[in-house]
């Protein structure tokens, strides 16, 4: 009868080890490509400043020497900023065409004139950007974010007014 019962309970045991290998793993192979669970979190908890949509924004552009602008179709990546009091956050979520982006450039502006002009190299995606003391007076009340690819086209990949 012991016999028995040491059987059944090491059986029982193996069968739980399996399914709590087994389950996480499944989880985690199957959902690798998506968003960092962290960062849904963080975006669903606060109230979203801009994000863009690929299909609606303007499409990239390349400025030729003599000044004019050539258009191509818009790449697929996406940028969102977030503001928490007087803080922006800017998120680097990827898209489609990530492997083609090559830097972001992050242009704070306040009256149209900079506050701040960052040109950044390539971000990794879930990549965030903070900003102290934006909007109102003492900051800009302008965040542009333009991304340039490797075929030296540039596009805007977020706008938003604070």
């Known amino acids: 009868m012991l016999l028995a019962f040491q059987k059944i309970f090491i059986g029982f045991t ?4 399996i399914v709590v290998i087994a389950v996480p793993a499944y989880h985690i192979i199957n959902h690798s490509q998506g968003q960092d ?32 602008l050539t258009l191509l179709p818009a790449k697929d990546v996406s940028v969102h900023g977030y503001l928490i009091d007087n803080t922006a956050r800017i998120i680097y979520l990827g898209g489609r065409d990530d492997a083609e982006l ?11 004139q900079f506050v701040q002009n960052q040109m ?8 965030q950007y903070t900003f102290p003391n934006v909007g109102g007076a003492r900051g800009p009340d302008e965040i542009i974010v333009v991304g340039t690819f490797k ?9 938003a007014s604070i």
Do not use: C
């Not at 193996?14 to 080890?17: C, D, E, H, S, T």
């Not at 972001?104 to 009256?111: D, E, V, Y």
């Open 37 to 68: 669970l962290t960062v849904q979190m963080y975006v669903s908890m606060f109230p979203e400043l801009a994000s863009n949509n690929p299909e609606a924004m303007v499409d990239s552009f390349i400025v030729l020497p003599d000044g004019s």
């Open 102 to 112: 090559t830097s972001i450039n992050i242009q704070l502006r306040n009256s149209g």
């Open 120 to 127: 950044l190299p390539k971000p990794t995606i879930n990549q």
């Open 14 to 17: 193996v069968v739980l080890l």
């Open 151 to 159: 075929d030296t086209s540039q596009q805007i990949l977020l706008t």
